[in-house]
Every structure is written in structure tokens, then in C-alpha cells.
């Protein structure tokens, strides 16, 4: 039996989300089927975490066990050939057997795009939220500033959650304005469930003057989700990288 | 009664290609049904021309008469609106009696993509053509000459046209080699039904060592499409512009 590590990239938009659910199309339950048919085996894979519908990957792990012989050089090829062109795996690795693509995970880094332009290219009509009001960036980097860190972040988790312990640390949280682009990028150990979303959309909030600054601080105190901004789109979110040890 | 102009984009990944067909979803068809609730009259659309399933418009433009004395200025807001976020209207103005967005155009400009990668990004999985092959630029560009100019494209045209005259004339061909993209833009008057794939896929054919290039000079002879090459995937291909006096 091997464990083995693939690292592949997603385009979030038909599938209702990362995790295997009945009657759904989901990137796992996708990338299993292809991998029964290129193993001749039923495998279970383990990714790095979930991602909800229309949220995208760039890099994601997963890690399953198996006791075909096929080489890891040729598996990702082979694949490919099976999966949808919106799904494609980029290498396949062995790893030891106490490896495990969630919980070895260190550090994942998360994207959020938005796009400025009155009227978006329909080309990116699936990958980048529309910026609808003016904001003020000073106070977004202020907003970033205290959301780094260590907290207690329940009020930036939806209520969905199976979650019991809410405490998580963002190690980095950066913005970068590219033309009519603002791409932020945050990392941390792991982020509940749609964290990113609420804390980019309770940011946005703050800056165009329809929440004050001081309900960040209130909501890592108080842990209610209604104090916080809405939670922003899936499109513009993007599983962007994973780090392992 | 007015006739007015307007000025859209769309990607073509959903839409059984332009044209209004029955029990089909066309760009067309979401079009007009989206004119008819804005406008609150029954409206048909002249484009610049068609485009076949999965190609993509960056501009492309249509005319149509109505009563409705909407302001321009809200009538793209307006529709946008009601269009799927993968077709959005730029601007709409009117254009006097004697203006066809078909017959009036000068110019039109498609835009084909290569990616080289390997493995081409999910993200971009419907918007542009995977290129397996090793191919000689030098010879792309010496097929991309003999291309220019009046000719009769009989050959490098699907069978299924309806076109009864087949000279056609290319001003420019011009192609950008950017990363590891390789991108074509090919303008003319005028193009025939698949004329850009198989133009476009006829020089691979050639520059991967398929077929000779002879070949060009013998399709524009003999008008035989078979001894040209294959026509390359729609979603490598862009209406990248259309121009008007």
C-alpha cells in the first residue's frame, strides 16, 4: 500500500464545491471516479481542506492510499486524459504513511479578487467579484492590520459549521492593487468555514462607511456573526497555495 | 421608430454559438428575450455576423428598430441587468436608417490562443486551445503570407455554408508570441463559416511538419477543403473587433 500526494488546480464554477455530497457533482467526487479508473481501484481522498461551490483552487493537495504499481510520472497524464479540462492534476508524489494533506497542512494561503470595472469582462464573469462602491484603502489596511493575528474568529464563521474550537491565526494578510484589480491575499494555519468570505466582506463593509472599524474588535470578543459584513461571493475566492513541512 | 446600435461581449462557453436557433441557447436569443423585457416590444438583432459554439466576443456589435424611447445612456445598464453575467453590453447610440451593423462593417478582427503549457491552467480551460505540438514559427509566418490578400477561400470553408462567392480578403495577419501563448489576429472584410479555425489550423498542420506548404497555394487553386488541415477548437477564438466607417 502507498500513500500518494497529488497537487492539482480546480475551476470552481460547475462544481457545487469541493467535498463529495449525494447527487452533486463535486470536484471530489470527480477526481475519485477518474482515479478508480486509472487505479482499477476504489481510493478516498484526503485534500488540505474544502472549498465551497464556485470558489476556485490553484493549488490544491489531497492524498490517498493505494496498491497499484502505476508510476507516479506517468499518473498525472493519465488523468488528465479522464478528467474534465477544469480539473488537472499537476504531479503525484509518495509520502510516508503519517502524512496527511489536511492535518500536516501548515500554512494555506487564500486569494480574493476583485474587479473594479463598471461593466466585467464576461471572459471573468466566473472569477472575480464585482467592486461595486467606493472604499477607502487606508482603512482596509487598518482592517487588515487587526485581523492578523491570533483570535477568537466564530463571528467570521457561518453558523454551518461543525467547528468547535474557533481560535485560528492569520500569519499574513496582504493587498496588492493591480489596475482596476485588489487582490488580497491571506494565510494562516486554517480558516473556518467561509472565514475568508466574511472577514474580506466585513472589510469592505468598513470601508465604504457602512460598519465602523471598532465592530472588528466587537466581534472577536463578542463571537456574533451579526455584527460583521456580508460574506462576499465564491467566484472571487481562490484556494491559492498549501505549505507542508 | 429608431434604430440603435449596441456594443457587447460575451463568452461563448455556454451558448449554442450566435445565431437564434430553436431549442438552442444562443447569445441571440438570451439577447433579444433580455431587449424584448427592457423594451417592452418585440425586437430582432442584426450582429456584425455570426460566431459558431464556444467562440468568444470581445466586441461585438448588433442593430435593431424600436419604438421605445428608453435614453441610451440607461439602456446598457438596463440590460445588464437582466443578461447572465457572460454577456454584458458596453454602450449603446443611435445610427441612422441606412446603417446595417452586418453590411456596414469595414473591418472585422478575430484573435486565435495557443497556450504551450503542458498542462493548461483550469482557469482558463474554455478560453483558449491547447498547442501539442513543436512547431516552426519561421514557417507560421511565411504560411501567415501567403494568407494575406484577395483570394478564393472556397477550400477553407465548412461545407455547411451557405455561401455562393468565396474571394475574401485579408488586410493584416498578425501574430504575438507572449509567454508561452501564441496569439493570431487575422483581419479582413469578411470571413467565411470556419474560415479563421481552418486557416489557423492548416499553418499548425504545416509548421508541425504535416503537411507542406504547398498546400495553401493548391487549396486557393483547386478549392478542396480536404487538403487543408484540421479546424482548430472554438474556444481558442475571439471576435476581437469590428470596425464601421
Chains 1, 2 share one sequence.
Not at 475551476?11 to 463535486?26: C, D, E, L
Not at 508510476?71 to 474534465?84: H, I, M, Q, R, V
Not at 476583485?114 to 487606508?138: A, E, G, R, S, W
Amino acid at each position: 500500500m502507498r500513500k500518494i500526494l497529488i497537487c492539482f488546480a480546480y475551476k470552481g464554477t460547475n462544481y457545487s464545491g469541493f467535498q463529495k455530497q449525494p447527487n452533486k457533482v463535486t470536484v471530489q467526487s470527480v477526481l475519485e471516479e477518474c482515479l478508480n479508473k486509472v487505479l482499477k481501484e476504489n481510493v478516498s481522498i484526503v485534500a488540505s481542506g474544502r472549498t465551497d461551490a464556485g470558489v476556485h483552487a490553484l493549488k490544491q493537495y489531497a492524498h490517498f492510499e493505494c496498491e497499484n504499481k502505476i508510476s507516479l510520472d506517468k499518473l498525472p497524464t493519465a488523468l488528465n486524459t479522464f478528467l474534465p479540462p477544469d480539473i488537472r492534476v499537476y504531479f503525484a508524489k509518495q509520502v510516508d504513511s503519517l502524512f496527511n494533506a489536511r492535518t500536516s497542512a501548515k500554512t494555506k494561503t487564500y486569494m480574493y479578487v476583485f474587479c473594479k470595472d463598471k461593466i466585467i469582462n464576461p471572459m471573468l464573469c466566473d472569477m472575480v467579484t464585482k467592486l461595486d462602491y467606493q472604499i477607502d484603502i487606508d482603512v482596509v489596511k487598518k482592517c487588515m492590520e487587526k485581523i492578523k493575528g491570533t483570535h477568537n474568529f466564530k463571528a467570521f464563521c457561518s453558523s454551518k459549521t461543525n467547528a468547535t474550537s474557533f481560535d485560528r491565526t492569520i500569519y499574513d494578510f496582504s493587498l496588492e492593487e493591480k489596475q482596476n484589480y485588489l487582490i488580497f491575499k491571506i494565510s494562516g494555519h486554517g480558516c473556518l468555514y467561509n472565514m475568508v468570505r466574511i472577514i474580506v466582506g466585513t472589510i469592505i463593509d468598513i470601508a465604504r462607511g457602512r460598519l465602523n472599524i471598532s465592530c472588528i474588535d466587537e466581534m472577536f470578543k463578542t463571537g456574533n456573526r451579526g455584527l460583521g459584513g456580508k460574506t462576499v461571493d465564491g467566484k472571487g475566492l481562490y484556494l491559492f497555495d498549501v505549505k507542508y513541512n
